[in-house]
């Protein structure tokens, strides 16, 4: 049995996406009740999923750096009005529990709980007899919307019933009070992001006032589904004389990319559906971005890989995505959850996590303090430091790991799990009569396309496991216990195996990583492996210009390249694995330090003397094919999350002279 991906074509035609057929609602975790249309997956509680491997390693490093002090010296953290001080009191103090709480509970870390315990507990006394609640000075909707994603976190992970009472008094405050979406404001435009919270809520519930609220947020704030499906925005927006506003903000955009998706459940109209779809499309075609982002440096900005992408816009977009795999079932919207999980998320902080980005490029040859082309930011928007622009990632950007592991497993409705994302980590959970079950996925991915599940359970128990194929991974082999298993693994869909499950089972997927090349703009390519995309290895120059904290390492880092960034590459777009060597090394304890790249791909290339820095970027990537008389260079391409200064759109050099490297290309 298998769950046939679809092709974009196909979703827009409005054909369904069955899951095996009309299979009863999850027993064991809450499911949507009537007449919420049900999802196609079931997110599981925080907790039930926790890393291992080296991605286990990746939080630890989140831990160590600003996600574990930032409490400590930011005086937005600080002297929050969220634990009960006079300082900030609008979003940051939320945004930061989003990310914090939950990378607690996923590493058991009894600092980071102890760091986030002074927020809940002031949060959970805060609730007023009308059900307004947080800080008395703030008086926006928007902040209680990131606040109560925290609440339903806090309640997975512990059964706290007074975060449930906090919540279902909020929502009687919405019920009570008129509309207050106005499309000129953030609680307006963000609207929506109340409606998974009720949604959550009525799952524990049932109360059918919640839908009524959620129905009303959708009818009077702003229409995110006709804004997608007839996109407004299909030019370069910086040369246009747009005026920029909410509805061209990057990251208001990569929240509501979920939004008619999340509605769906309620009225599962088809239009709802194709406009998520159709919306992602629009936004590839003409603001698309290596690694599945869209540029917006602050607004929408074209497809120049010297456009920025706000790192609150990329880790919001993996939110999205997370909330659409489980309602929608499409396995191409996990395809692109670990682009952005593994390239655009650790791109735009430094390896040790002590540092950001506020705009990352895709083609990156300083970070300095400078003037570049973009919308509306300012000139320290690529440095990577603690508040490059603006402080609003610095709150935000530590949902992006804990979120992706909590997502990378999802029950079924036929009372088996389904890997919906591949990373080293371990999930409990109930499955069948209600046995709890133990799957160890053992594996390097996405540095490695080899991925063992080991399965752990008390006595043989039936159920069903379903296994994404990525998109790339044609000519992938499953197998059980070592044996091939006779199942068509088809790129662009989920597998599914149902066999009677005893202690010590083993399933392996051995994805092959082919190197694959994207043509990009003026035709140039970016070079792909797996879900990783490869960049260029430049030499990176750290310059201190800013310490925050006299005893931590938050400081704002300039880096500047010292050799020649401007490389074309010797390689056949369409025959591209002739053209590199792949050579591996083990992951280090910090996966994504630049000199310790797990992956490395080999190339040749050549400098293109007119490809110059403009306004303090690299210039307008040149039109391929490029002819250079410059020597041959052998060249080192690394993964995108393990660079600051990078090349990742490549101008196409002729291969007539050189010979590929054939036969040094394994999986």
Known sequence: MKIAGFLLSAILAGQAFPLGGAEPANKFYPVNRPPLAQTKFVALPLGAIKPQGWLKDQLTVQARGLTGHLDEFWPDLKNSAWKGKDGDAWERGPYYLDGLLPLAYLLDDDQLAGIAGPYIQWLLASSQPNGWFGPAKNHDRWPLAVAMKVLTQYYEATNDPRALTVLKNYFVYLKNAPPDWPDKEWRGVRAMENVITAYWLYRRTGDPELLKVADSIYRNSFDWTSYFLKFPYTEDVINRGVKYGHPTHVVNIAMAIKHPGVFFQQAPDERLRQAVFAGIQSLDLNHGQVGGRFSGDEHLAGRRPTQGTELCGVVEYMFSLENLIEVLGEPALADRLEMLAYNGNPGATTADYWAHQYDQQANQVLCTVAKRKWSTNGDDSNLYGLEPNFGCCTANMHQGWPKFVSHLWMATHDQGLAAVAY??????????????????????????????FKVEIPDPTPFPLYFRIPAWAAGTVVKLNGKPEPVKAQPGSFVCLQHNWKSGDIVTLDMPMRIRAEKRHNGAVAIYRGPLVFSLKLFE????????ADKLPAIDWQITPDLEWNYGLIVDPEKPERYFEVIKRDIASVPFEHNQAPVILVAKGRIIPEWKLVDNSAGETPLSPVVSSQPVTRLELIPYGSTRLRITEFPVLSTSEVTPLDGKNPK
């Open 541 to 548: 120059n750290f310059r201190a210009l800013k310490s925050h």
């Open 423 to 452: 990373g080293p980590c371990q999930v409990t959970a109930r499955v069948f009569d209600g046995t709890t079950v133990t799957i160890k996925e053992v594996t390097e991915y996405p540095f490695d396309g080899v991925i063992k």
